[in-house]
């Protein structure tokens, strides 16, 4: 069992940078993908970037060269760092994991078990 908790959600300007932390407790060893989802109002949840035990990473074309995925094994923390930040990329956004870096991608989302309770991120203009 994993237990995700999210933090530094906010409100900012376009073009104002916010960044998200995942911490993970329970069972964190061994091989994993972690990944952040957003779900904006009246839309389906999407995936924003993925990254495996093996530190490969994979972000959503939308977010690509503005956001950054990182993870602190030590800590047990992913985060998300994000810049350049756009109206649209208001939403909740989650975190996720599961105990298999096999084909860790961001748009298979059922293959994550484990979610957090999300956080706010609202971007105004």
């Known amino acids: 069992q994993v237990r995700l908790v999210e933090s530094g959600g906010g409100s900012v300007q376009s073009g104002g940078s916010l960044r998200l932390s995942c911490a993970a407790s329970g069972h964190t060893a061994g091989d994993y993908c972690m990944g952040w989802f957003r779900q904006a109002p009246g839309k389906e949840r999407e995936g924003v970037a993925v990254?495996?035990?093996?530190?490969?990473?994979n972000h959503a074309d939308s977010v690509k060269g503005r956001f950054t995925i990182s993870v602190d094994n030590d800590k047990n923390t992913l985060s998300l760092q994000m810049n350049s930040l756009k109206p649209e990329d208001t939403a909740t956004y989650y975190c996720?994991?599961?105990?298999?870096?096999?084909?860790?991608?961001?748009?298979?989302?059922?293959?994550?078990?484990?979610w957090g309770q999300g956080t706010q991120v609202t971007v105004s203009s």
């Open positions: 996720a994991a599961r105990l298999s870096s096999y084909v860790c991608t961001y748009y298979s989302l059922s293959s994550f078990p484990y």
């Open positions: 990254i495996d035990s093996a530190g490969r990473t």
